[in-house]
C-alpha cells in the first residue's frame, strides 16, 4: 500500500478520487461541445449553407470535423471505463482519461476557434474578423493553458 505525499490515501483511492474529478470535468466539456455539434450538424440542411463561399463552406466542414473529433476524445474516458469496468486498473484508466481529455480539450479549442470564425465571416464581412477570433483565441488559451500551468508552476511541491 503506497502513500503519496498530501493526502493519506492509497493509489486506489486516489485513482478513484480522480476518477470522480475526471468525470466532473468531462461532463461540463461534453455538454459545450454537444450542443455545439448538434447545431453545427443543422448548418448545412438550411437553404443558407449553399449561398456560403467555397472559403465558409471549408471552414464550416474543419469545424464539423473538430467537433466530431472533440466528441469522440471527450466521450472516450466513457467508454474507456466501461470496457475496462472490473480489471483492476483503474490507475491506468485514469491516465488513458486523462490523456482523452487533454487532447479533446486542445480539438475543442480548434472547434470554438473555427465555429467562431465561421460565424464572424457571414455575420460581419469585415477585416475585424481574424483580428477578433485571434483574441479569443488567446483568451481560451490564457483561460484554459496558461493560467492553471501558471497556478501549477507556482504552486508546485517543494
Not at 448548418?43 to 463552406?57: I, M, N
Not at 466513457?78 to 486542445?106: D, M, Q, Y
Request: hydrophobic share 50%.
Amino acid at each position: 500500500m503506497t502513500q503519496r505525499r498530501g493526502r493519506d490515501e492509497t493509489d486506489d483511492e486516489r485513482a478513484d478520487r480522480m476518477w470522480g474529478d475526471l468525470l466532473q470535468e468531462v461532463r461540463v466539456a461534453q455538454t459545450g461541445v454537444q450542443v455545439l455539434f448538434a447545431f453545427l450538424l443543422a448548418v448545412v440542411f438550411t437553404p443558407r449553407y449553399e449561398q456560403l463561399s467555397q472559403t465558409d463552406q471549408t471552414i464550416y466542414i474543419v469545424t464539423v470535423v473538430l467537433g466530431a473529433a472533440t466528441t469522440g476524445a471527450l466521450i472516450g474516458p466513457v467508454s474507456f471505463h466501461r470496457l475496462v469496468s472490473g480489471r483492476r486498473i483503474k490507475p491506468e484508466t485514469v491516465r488513458w482519461a486523462h490523456r482523452l481529455t487533454n487532447i479533446g480539450l486542445v480539438l475543442l479549442l480548434g472547434t470554438m476557434v473555427s465555429a467562431l470564425l465561421l460565424v464572424l465571416r457571414v455575420a460581419a464581412h469585415n477585416a475585424f474578423v481574424p483580428w477578433i477570433v485571434g483574441l479569443v483565441f488567446l483568451w481560451y488559451v490564457l483561460c484554459w493553458y496558461v493560467l492553471p500551468l501558471w497556478a501549477r508552476y507556482r504552486h508546485r511541491a517543494n
